[in-house]
């Protein structure tokens, strides 16, 4: 529909002056007054009906008698008894009259033909200007209250005519076979509060038209809040926006908080100037606030509310509520089990358990505990590509790739003594025997109440163009290891170095470098958490989380994060951050020499999946995995996916995207 033109957007919003200042209070014509109607063909306008209105005549209510007469023949009309003042002169012939259809052209279903003339001051010895009758006009607008406020107390008139309408539910009104013309519009509301509103417009001859915007009445009470959103966020909380009040005397909005489908607005939880706020729902940590901060929940349950927000004018007055915006709160606990972990395969070829996951030649590689080889080019199909037979036992198996080559190390018996062994292979089928005891003469056991030189359950990795090992213990227990590292440009000669910290627990690196810890890559450092330190009293979990630009210089990057202690679980590089997976996890009752003090009867396996971007802060991303709990897993980066294959006494592969 084409869109009307308004002449004049507002007008003063008080009826009663208005109406004061269009009184006909004037005398009588003597002779009264004449005028002539046209056909738009030119023709004389013959048995048109033509009416005086007064311009503050009200429709509807006005009982002013109207003076209404005919053209004749010559479409002239005379007005035998007026008095002087202002007028509206509205004109129509129709089907009824004598005019012909053929002499019209109408849009309108009575097939009539309309003219209207406003505001004309009639006296002694003057004439109604002559007017053309033309198509039928029509008008359709929205009329826009209060939001708690039904729109059809509103009723629209067109002042100094006959023409009002009621508004529907959705605000809507039309009036229709009108003349073109410049009108005034009046909108009244029978509610409290609310101020007549007045608009000039504009109609046309033919036309449909439509109010460009919706028609508000001014409400001189306190409005309602509208637009409220509740949107919930990743990190448990809930986030809300509304619109900003054209109210003029807002001094605050007002949020409240109640469990969802509550009728009633709650508790107040926020009082500001702003037009949005976020309800921190969740403990970020544990289930344990920050001191002197105080969170509603610290559960892992999603809970429900609805939110309301009021206004409060510079009289600390109240304003009404209307609505409510409904969220569900997710714990950051939960917000990775709703559909982002997808089960790739529920039962492997292979034994999962103690195996290592890697990505060589654009697949996804698993080296067994037991030395089998099997690949796969995307996580679900499998094959069986060799067996790495040493020709002697050996267990725990670790593997890398450096140097666009597969590297597997572990440990075996020669003489009634553990060594390391090493082999190599450059297409994962045909492997070779690097050494035997690639490290025989280092002394790796500086503290070890035995007198083997080898390392098991170490962390085997590529950084710098190296190959590293970090960490790991003594085959015959957890004993502790020394504060090095080792390393080798081409997997032949290694080099060891005794590794410097800092850190609040910097003492206590030597030990960090445990048993069945994790290491990863990110942002050009080694990463290294978890693990198992032994002393003679039992096996302790490693606490902190370590870093360094070159594996020889270490800091404590945190002491203290809010995972507890683990072994067994697994530390990856994705998607730009730090991915700790499942483990052993002890309860944490002591922190004060930088490791847990004896776990080795309380742990038990997680689920938990923690990330930082930083290694620093670190989030709580999944306590409910859809996974079971576990440790002794495989994780990797591969496809654009976090993958984790199998853990003790399993043989599932799941990926995250």
């Given at each position: 529909m ?6 004049l ?7 009663a002056?208005?109406?004061?200042s ?7 014509i003597p002779n ?27 429709p509807?209510?006005?009982s ?5 007469v005919q ?11 007026v008095t002087?003042g ?8 129709g089907?009824t009259?004598?005019?012909t259809v ?8 009575d ?5 209207f ?7 002694e010895?003057?004439?109604i ?33 006959n ?5 529907d ?29 007045f ?10 038209d ?7 009445p ?14 919930p ?9 509304w619109h ?6 807002v001094?605050a909005?007002?949020?409240y908080?109640a ?10 939880i926020?009082?500001g ?9 969740y ?7 920050p001191?002197g901060?105080?969170?509603p929940?610290?559960?892992t349950?999603p ?14 007055e ?28 529920a039962?492997a ?11 060589f030649?654009?697949?996804?590689w ?9 690949s ?15 020709g ?6 670790e593997?890398?790739t ?14 009634n ?5 090493l ?7 045909n ?15 500086e503290?070890?109440?035995?007198g ?11 950084f710098?163009?190296?190959l ?13 290891v020394?504060?090095?590292?080792f390393?080798?440009?081409d ?8 590794v410097?910290n ?12 445990s048993a ?13 958490t ?22 020889t ?12 202690p ?28 930088g ?29 409910f ?20 294959l ?12």
């Amino acid at each position: 529909m084409p869109k009307l033109r308004i002449l004049l957007k507002w007008l003063l919003p008080i009826g009663a002056a208005f109406a004061a200042s269009c009184m006909n209070s004037g005398t009588e014509i003597p002779n009264g007054i004449t005028g002539n109607l046209y056909l738009p063909n030119g023709k004389p306008a013959v048995d048109a009906q033509v009416t005086l209105y007064p311009v503050n005549y009200v429709p509807g209510i006005d009982s002013t008698p109207l003076n209404t007469v005919q053209t004749d023949a010559q479409g002239r009309f005379q007005f035998s008894k007026v008095t002087s003042g202002q007028y509206n002169v509205l004109s129509r012939v129709g089907v009824t009259t004598s005019a012909t259809v053929a002499d019209k052209r109408s849009i309108n279903s009575d097939d009539s033909l309309y003219s209207f003339t406003d505001s004309i001051s009639l006296s002694e010895g003057q004439e109604i200007p002559p007017d053309t009758l033309r198509d039928a006009a029509s008008l359709t607008g929205t009329i826009q209250l209060q939001p708690q406020d039904d729109p059809r107390a509103a009723l629209v008139r067109l002042l100094g005519t006959n023409y009002y309408t009621n508004v529907d539910s959705n605000g809507t009104f039309m009036l229709s076979h009108l003349a073109q013309g410049v009108y005034q519009l009046q909108v009244i509301v029978t509610l409290p509060s609310y101020t007549p509103l007045f608009q000039t417009i504009l109609l046309r001859a033919g036309q449909n038209d439509t109010l460009p915007q919706p028609l508000i009445p001014f409400y001189s009470n306190i409005p309602v809040v509208t637009g409220l959103r509740a949107t919930p966020q990743t990190n448990g909380s809930v986030a809300l926006e509304w619109h900003k009040s054209a109210y003029n005397k807002v001094l605050a909005y007002q949020v409240y908080r109640a469990p969802a489908g509550s009728v009633d607005a709650g508790i107040l939880i926020a009082t500001g100037t702003d037009t949005t706020y976020t309800d921190t729902v969740y403990s970020p940590s544990y289930g344990i606030p920050p001191q002197g901060v105080q969170y509603p929940f610290t559960d892992t349950v999603p809970h429900s509310f609805s939110y309301r927000v009021v206004i409060v004018n510079q009289s600390d007055e109240t304003g009404p509520f209307f609505g409510a915006a409904t969220a569900t709160a997710l714990p950051p606990a939960l917000q990775l089990a709703s559909g982002r972990w997808h089960l790739a395969l529920a039962q492997a070829p292979f034994n999962a358990t103690g195996n290592t996951a890697l990505v060589f030649n654009n697949q996804l590689w698993i080296i067994g505990n037991q030395g089998a080889v099997w690949s796969s080019p995307d996580g679900v199909s499998w094959q069986n590509r060799a067996s790495v037979n040493l020709g002697y036992s050996y267990d725990n198996l670790e593997a890398a790739t450096f140097h666009d080559t597969l590297w597997v190390s572990g440990v075996h018996l020669i003489s009634n003594t553990y060594f390391n062994f090493l082999w190599k292979s450059g297409d994962g089928v045909n492997w070779i025997r690097v050494s035997d005891r690639f490290m025989p003469s280092y002394n790796f056991q500086e503290f070890s109440n035995f007198g083997d030189s080898s390392r098991t359950e170490f962390a085997f990795t590529e950084f710098q163009n190296k190959l590293w090992i970090v960490g790991g213990m003594g085959r015959a227990g957890y004993d502790v290891v020394s504060g090095k590292v080792f390393s080798s440009a081409d997997g032949a000669n290694w080099d060891s170095t005794h590794v410097s910290n800092s850190g609040t627990y910097a003492c206590c690196f030597a030990q960090s470098l445990s048993a069945a810890s994790s290491a990863a890559v990110l942002n050009e450092n080694m990463w290294i958490t978890g693990g198992v330190i032994g002393e003679a009293d039992g096996p302790y979990f490693n606490l902190s989380v370590w870093n360094s630009s070159n594996a020889t210089s270490w800091t404590a990057a945190v002491s203290n994060p809010p995972f507890l202690p683990r072994s067994g679980s697994t530390l990856t590089s994705y998607a730009g951050s730090l991915w700790v997976i499942g483990g052993a996890a002890g309860i944490q009752t002591d922190s004060s020499n930088g490791h847990q003090e004896n776990l080795s009867q309380i742990a038990a396996d997680t689920k938990e999946v923690w990330n930082s971007t930083d290694g620093v802060s670190w989030r709580l991303v999944d306590l409910f995995a859809p996974f079971s709990a576990r440790s002794g897993h495989a994780a990797v980066s591969f496809q654009g996916r976090l993958w984790i294959l199998g853990g003790d006494s399993m043989n599932d592969i799941w990926y995250y995207q």
